[in-house]
């Protein structure tokens, strides 16, 4: 039971990093989005107005793959923990 319970805390802790990194980036594109939009058109030399649609992307991925490698993972640990 010991090693389930390392799991889990483990994966909690890895769910909570991963919901301040998605944080982060959707107050960081909210607040300062004509910054990081020239940074990253300039960086990457994509055009800004196909930028919006790339975050908006990433952050949708960015949900997705936390919610099933990160937060299922979790309550599965947790309910078999009883």
Request: glycine share 4%; net charge neutral; hydrophobic share 55%.
């Amino acid at each position: 039971m010991e090693d389930l319970t390392t799991l889990t805390t483990f994966i909690g802790w890895c769910t909570v990093i991963s919901i301040g990194l998605y944080l982060f980036s959707a107050i960081v594109l909210l607040i300062c989005r004509e910054q990081v939009k020239t940074l990253h058109s300039r960086m990457a030399n994509v055009p800004a107005e196909k930028l919006d649609e790339m975050y908006f992307t990433f952050l949708a991925n960015f949900k997705l793959a936390f919610i099933m490698l990160n937060l299922v993972p979790y309550v599965a640990l947790r309910l078999m923990q009883g």
